[in-house]
């Protein structure tokens, strides 16, 4: 059964540092988000990104964040100067189609930073 | 903006029990989807029903079904035959169906699913 992957699973980073967490979505999906989920608290939505551009994001993703989709498989998410807030699980999705139309988002099995 | 709320932060239920996770929801979009989500304590998301607002019956997927009720805007979790393995975090989401839709997750309820 086709999956999300991402790596690394657990990334450790000292502040100020820059991070580039990549994520493989499955193949015929069209439609990738990044969601972050600070240890003990809800999922947040911080991007979603749709024919090679961002289509939407929160306002936890300011200037410090980018995505990238550098080939026909891979999607990164790069924090340019890490904080130590930013340390959370980063969870990478992908749909068919967006919405509520019946298509779910696969998640993939998250990247853990820790920022120290 | 869409709010899901989830007022139970745990709940406790004996295996082969039934048990209900509680969800409102907060949109003014008439056209929306609902889900539930999994997440074991390996941290992973799992995607176990969907709920369409415009769908007339309520969704099952095998031990899981959906207690849809619009006008109450509620979309609770019935876990029939709780096993031990169901013992995870519940998260209930919500996306619109129009633009570039993203899922609003509430805090979550720990299920713990005792012998």
């Known amino acids: 059964e086709p999956e999300v992957t991402q790596t690394p699973s657990h990334q450790v980073t000292q502040m100020g540092q820059e991070v580039i967490l990549r994520c493989v979505p499955i193949s015929n999906h069209l439609y990738f988000y990044w969601y972050r989920q600070i240890l003990g608290q809800k999922v947040e939505f911080l991007v979603s990104f749709y024919n090679n551009e961002i289509s939407e994001k929160s306002e936890i993703f300011d200037d410090q964040f980018s995505v990238e989709r550098p080939d026909g498989s891979n999607f990164t998410l790069k924090i340019r100067s890490t904080k130590l807030e930013d340390s959370a699980m980063y969870f990478c999705a992908s749909s068919e189609v967006t919405g509520g139309d019946s298509y779910e988002q696969y998640f993939g099995p998250g990247t853990r930073l820790t920022v120290t | 903006a869409q709010k899901i709320t989830q007022t139970q932060p745990g709940m406790f239920v004996q295996e082969k029990e039934a048990v209900t996770l509680d969800c409102t929801y907060d949109?003014?979009?008439?056209?929306?989807?609902l889900f539930w989500y999994k997440q074991p304590s390996s941290g992973e998301m799992i995607f176990l029903i969907y709920q369409g607002s415009y769908d007339q019956q309520n969704a099952t997927e095998g031990r899981y079904s959906l207690n849809f009720q619009k006008a109450r805007k509620s979309a609770n979790l019935v876990i029939s035959a709780s096993q031990l393995g169901d013992s995870a975090m519940y998260f209930c989401a919500m996306s619109l169906t129009q633009g570039y839709s993203t899922l609003t997750f509430g805090k979550g309820t720990m299920l713990l699913v005792s012998p």
């Open positions: 949109t003014s979009d008439p056209s929306y989807g």
